[in-house]
């Protein structure tokens, strides 16, 4: 007897469908035991992260904190997952993520204190704008130099961190700041620039809106038009996509452009609203995390909005098992890298079948 | 029975959803010349793998020179004497050919030795080779005399050959068989494999065929006509294309002094191309793989952008047309790789249809797809073309070889095209399929259409073809008409024998 792999015809849609369900509870379980090391009880940790943050003891502020956090990572795996799906893989949302905190916050701020109803959406299009301009930096050099946007894309992550400590100690620096690094409070200082809650109490903000309506934009891009089925043919078959009369040029321009803007988007809504001002240390992974959250998602739109609410719930629920049994913050990291490790891992059985001993001969 | 090299014994193997062998019984004796013949998907490769032990079998035995034989990896194959030339070649074209022969051997001699049983053996057996020259540098038929000197090197008893002439000129198949006469004359036995009949009938003494994973017959081929084997091959007689009127009419294509670089490090690049096509011909183009086929076919698809006036439709340029813009004034395309060229592999026939369909079916509108419109489309492929799939939405790597051909030349002959552009057809395609597909552009020439088929098999060319030319190096041999044109000179347009030496023409047996 032993177990043997053998290929499927063609990947199972059940299997597929049902594996991040799965991973999900693998990861309950392997996590279960890890925290059970850790000498808590494991079903209290489990409920701690999944059940308390939508309706545990503090759930009223725990609730609105998860489409603080789900809003920009559904807002960035969109527009990732556009990009994946063609096969260009832009890792550097986090750097346009920044560059479109700082280019939207820096034209509010050039208005201050000016009030006019213009300037928050005046802020949306810059950010947007400085997010795509980020992201065509690899897009023009991969389409005129052929460089690889994997490259490009995440060091130019390193650059925007840096403009951004640039911006917050020197060009955008709070001049009421008494010489403190990081810019005016927006949010709280600047009525017409900011980005408040819509609706008290569920953290819905300008943001989180925008997500929702880049889930249907994108589901109706990649199901009915032309350039949805123009990325899913590059990515399935990139010499079929040519022979198509598909210009990858095109393509790659288009998606990391949208990736670009929409992580410029949400840095915007970012820094306009839950964050409130530019600082040195404004970015906090969102950029990275939507890369997991977008494979989570099976690339797919509505699999995204569910995988982002998914990963706000376990930073959530995380914090608190920190605060509440004092889990260490190194095993909720471990946690969350045991939910892409399983759902890697899962895809396998979409693939292959197990089978076990010997194949029986049907003549 | 103690007199046979090689004795299969009820070799049975399954694969998810096919018997590749079932029940496989045949044996070969010493100093013979084997045939194995079969369609594509007739279990040919399933069971020569299993000899040079790459595949475990599921039932039955072999023996060996008389006692069991069950290699469980090519490398106990091998030592026991059986030496195998693939269809692809496993070459490094970085590397010298002696390093290459020394990278397949098990147990390689040192560098100034092997190079000179390189030359020893390659010389005794008509089949010169300098074992200091990158393989990169070589010709289609020197690299399979590589592959071939590097078996002879082991001393095999038993040489299998997988389709061995698919690249080669007819001048380079009578060298080749020279050699394997020569080679069986003094002991060694060879499994010959292919589908092309008259080659078997000129070389091999006892042919076993095989169909759908079973052995159908047993017989000696010289003994048989072509259409005999064919009919045992394929279980039923063939229907043979037939023309049915069509003149030649206005010129609709016109390529003059197309050249072009190659696209890449291993492709070749289009040398001065020129000819025209005229409404109701059929132009085949023959040749040896990659002497520019893929290239020409690209630069006429759109894919490849020549310089400005080398290409023209019906007078107008659209060497700097898009395949796209080309497809708009009906100039169409089949490439040769079905799957994940002229085909997405993952994605469903209806999405298949609209791959290529989508301006002249109107399958879009302001940029959004008309679903239902694609739909209907690819059901009136599968249904004109008789394409065998459970469904419009069955993804196209799921389908048979042949059933996807049909639908991808069904897709593209259903726009009626101007002019249609196709390379290798019926590759890899069964009997039935390819005499349908043959019929079906034979069928778009009578009504006014232009076709040139690219094609390296010579036997389909002639069936068809009106006019011929052959690629070689990139250049096209001057246009003769097709009837009357004897191999030899099709092989002289193809290159002859690439200045190879046919040094053992008397070693008949």
Known sequence: MKLKLERRAAPSALVSGATPVLAVIATMIAGGVMFWALGANPAEAIRIIFWDPLFGDFASYTRGQLLIKAGPLILIAIGLSLGFKAGIWNIGAEGQYIIGAVVGAGVGLAFYPTESRLIFPLMVLAGAFGGWAWAMIPALLKTRLGTNEILVSLMLVYVAQNILASMSTGLLRNPDGMGFPGSRNIARDFPAAANPELIAGTGIHWGVVAALIAVIFAYVLMTRHRMGFQIRLAGEAPKAARFGGVRPRRLILFTLGMGGALAGLAGLFEVAGPAGQISIDFNSGYGFTAIIVAFLGRLHPLGILLAGLLMALTYIGGELAQTMIGMPAAAIQLFQGMLLFFLLAMDVFANYRIRLGRTEVKA | ?509
């Open chain 2, 1 to 509: 029975m103690t007199d046979a090299l090689l004795r299969l014994d009820g070799l049975t193997k399954a694969y998810p959803g096919v018997v590749a062998n079932s029940d496989v019984t045949f044996q070969i004796k010493p100093g013979e010349v084997h045939a194995l013949l079969g369609e594509n998907g007739a279990g040919k490769s399933t069971l020569v793998k299993t000899i040079y032990g790459l595949v475990k079998p599921d039932a039955g035995q072999m023996h060996f020179g008389g006692v069991p034989f069950a290699p469980a990896n090519p490398h106990a194959a091998r030592a026991a004497g059986v030496a195998m030339v693939f269809q692809h070649f496993s070459l490094f074209e970085a590397l010298s050919v002696a390093e290459n022969v020394a990278l397949g051997m098990d147990d390689p001699p040192g560098r100034r030795q092997l190079s000179a049983s390189i030359r020893e053996v390659s010389a005794a057996y008509g089949l010169p080779l300098d074992p200091e020259r990158l393989v990169g540098d070589l010709s289609a038929g020197e690299r399979q005399r590589v592959e071939i000197v590097r078996c002879l090197l082991q001393n095999p008893k038993l040489l299998i050959m997988d389709e061995p002439t698919s690249v080669l000129t007819p001048q380079e198949v009578e060298i080749l068989f020279h050699t394997l006469r020569k080679l069986a004359s003094e002991g060694t036995s060879i499994l010959y494999i292919s589908h092309k009949l008259e080659e078997i009938r000129a070389l091999c003494e006892d042919a076993t065929v095989l169909r759908l994973g079973k052995v159908v017959g047993t017989c000696d081929p010289r003994e048989k006509t072509a259409a005999e084997l064919a009919e045992m091959m394929v279980g039923s007689a063939l229907h043979v294309p037939e023309r049915t009127g069509g003149e030649a009419g206005e010129v609709l294509l016109e390529v003059s002094s197309l050249s072009l670089p190659a696209p890449n490090e291993f492709g070749t690049a289009l040398r001065d191309i020129s000819f025209s096509l005229r409404a109701g011909e059929i132009l085949g183009i023959g040749g040896v793989a990659g002497n520019g086929q893929d290239e020409l076919l690209a630069a006429l698809s759109g894919e490849s952008l020549a310089a400005p006036g080398t290409v023209k439709l019906s007078g107008q340029d659209v060497s700097r047309a898009r395949p796209d813009a080309r497809r708009r004034l009906g100039l169409l395309s089949a490439p040769e790789e079905r799957l994940g060229h002229s085909a997405a592999p993952g994605m469903s026939l209806t999405e298949n249809a609209l791959l290529t369909g989508e301006i002249r079916e109107e399958l879009t509108a302001n940029g959004f797809i008309r679903w239902a419109k694609a739909r209907g489309f690819a059901e009136r492929i599968i249904e004109a073309f008789d394409v065998r799939t459970p469904g419009t939405e069955t993804a196209a790597g799921a389908l048979s070889g042949g059933n996807l051909q049909k639908f991808v030349i069904g897709r593209e002959i259903l726009q009626k095209p101007r002019v249609f552009v196709v390379n290798q057809p019926t590759w890899g395609v069964d009997a039935a399929a390819a005499a349908q597909i043959r019929q079906a552009v034979l069928d778009l020439a009578s009504e006014g259409a232009g076709v040139i088929v690219i094609s390296q098999d010579l036997d389909e060319l002639m069936e068809i073809s009106d006019h011929f030319s052959a690629l070689n190096e990139g250049r096209l041999a001057p246009i003769r008409i097709a009837r009357g044109l004897s191999i030899e000179e099709i092989g002289l347009m193809m290159g002859g024998a690439h200045d190879m030496q046919d040094v053992a023409p008397e070693a008949r047996a």
